[in-house]
T-cell receptor, first 113, second 113 residues
Framework: DGGITQSPKYLFRKEGQNVTLSCEQN?????MYWYRQDPGQGLRLIYY???????QKGDIAEGYSVSREKKESFPLTVTSAQKNPTAFYLC????????????FGAGTRLSVL | GDSVTQMEGPVTLSEEAFLTINCTYT??????LFWYVQYPGEGLQLLLK?????DKGSNKGFEATYRKETTSFHLEKGSVQVSDSAVYFC????????????FGKGTHLIIQP
């Protein structure tokens, strides 16, 4: 089946630790996105990538990093610099056209131990 | 910058009631407008979209019309079911050529039998 796979579904981070969230898509989409969802605040854009080896900061990029070495993969690292990482993280992809639909994965819930 | 405002929730209705969830937006250019739905613990699913003024998006009995004169995209359904209980997000993209979706804060809809 075509779609977006995020893993793991649940993730726990210890103080000072970096953690990486996986996002893989087999839709052959050019663009990929990471959003953070907090209760009552909707979704906010962290990073996006329009093509391989290129990515741009979104509205809340501080404390996060990404890479785009392959078209189908867009991992997100939550670094120790992110002081409030507890949230629901959603990955999305779309064909490269800013008016097109974005398709979402099922999300990863990150909590701090 | 772009922004989306939607009515505060939770909205509680009885089964078979008429639903309206208000959404207004601020954007430069000519954005595309979307309604996404999120069921508990899941990612977002596209519900409907409209890409130009006066377009009507529809799906699963839900409808929304792109009103440029009032910068609105209100979601309506004539007869809601318990299975419609979810969080609904209004979103836009492409107004100024930027990537990523701009979301409203979400409206939690609860349908009682």
């Amino acid at each position: 089946d075509g779609g977006i796979t995020q893993s793991p579904k649940y993730l726990f981070r210890k103080e000072g630790q970096n953690v990486t969230l996986s996002c893989e898509q087999n839709l052959n989409h050019d663009a990929m996105y990471w959003y953070r969802q907090d209760p009552g605040q909707g979704l906010r854009l962290i990073y996006y990538s329009q093509i391989v080896n290129d990515f741009q900061k979104g509205d809340i990029a501080e404390g996060y990093s990404v890479s785009r070495e392959k078209k189908e993969s867009f991992p997100l690292t939550v670094t120790s610099a992110q002081k409030n990482p507890t949230a629901f993280y959603l990955c999305a992809s779309s064909p490269y056209n800013f008016k097109n639909i974005q398709y979402f994965g099922a999300g990863t819930r990150l909590s701090v131990l | 910058g772009d922004s989306v405002t939607q009515m505060e929730g939770p909205v509680t209705l009885s089964e078979e009631a008429f639903l309206t969830i208000n959404c207004t937006y601020t954007a430069t250019g000519y954005p595309s407008l979307f309604w996404y739905v999120q069921y508990p613990g899941e990612g977002l699913q596209l519900l409907l979209k409209a890409t130009k003024a006066d377009d009507k998006g529809s799906n699963k009995g839900f409808e929304a019309t792109y009103r440029k004169e009032t910068t609105s995209f209100h979601l309506e359904k004539g007869s809601v079911q318990v299975s419609d209980s979810a969080v609904y997000f209004c979103a836009l993209t492409g107004g100024g050529g930027a990537d990523g979706l701009t979301f409203g804060k979400g409206t939690h809809l609860i349908i009682q039998p």
